[in-house]
């Protein structure tokens, strides 16, 4: 694929046009000002505390069984809290009580611990066979079987 290919320059051109339309969106509300400062804090704390605190994690579990079992873990956990957050940012009207009637910060932490304790067990249960555990068909138990065979007869 060589740099002049025509489909680059089309893509290229859709970017920008994307971009002069979020310029403009932005230019458009009535704070604009207001959009900019979330738009950096947005940045700060990504680039600030997310993405560094992404790096030590998987820093942390690079070469540790279980690694991959573990990120998709957090990846689930992330998402999670990630989808609840503006629930839980939400400012609440006093007026209204139904309009967020459920204890979301309680209902968050059932659901990590729930994928906690799931991501926890399949661990062991992959260790156990890894081991050769004494569950049906897992190696311990046929060689047993083997054993008592051979020694029967």
Known sequence: MSATNPARY????????LIGLGGWLVADQPAPLGVLVWLAGALVL???IIAP?????????AGRAGRGL???ALVVAGTVVLVTLPALLA?????NPSVLPLP???NLLI????????TGVTMLVRRQRRRGGT???SPGVEAEARTERTTDG
Do not use: K, N, S
Not at 10 to 17: D, E, H, K, N, S
Not at 53 to 61: I, P
């Open 10 to 17: 089309v893509l290229g051109g859709f970017g920008l046009a």
């Open 70 to 72: 573990t990120r998709g």
């Open 53 to 61: 605190v992404v790096l030590a994690v998987g820093l942390l579990l």
């Open 91 to 95: 400012p609440r009207p006093a007026p």
């Open 135 to 137: 569950g049906p068909g």
């Open 104 to 106: 979301y910060g309680r």
């Open 46 to 48: 990504h680039d600030g």
């Open 111 to 118: 659901v990590l611990a729930c994928v906690a304790v799931v």
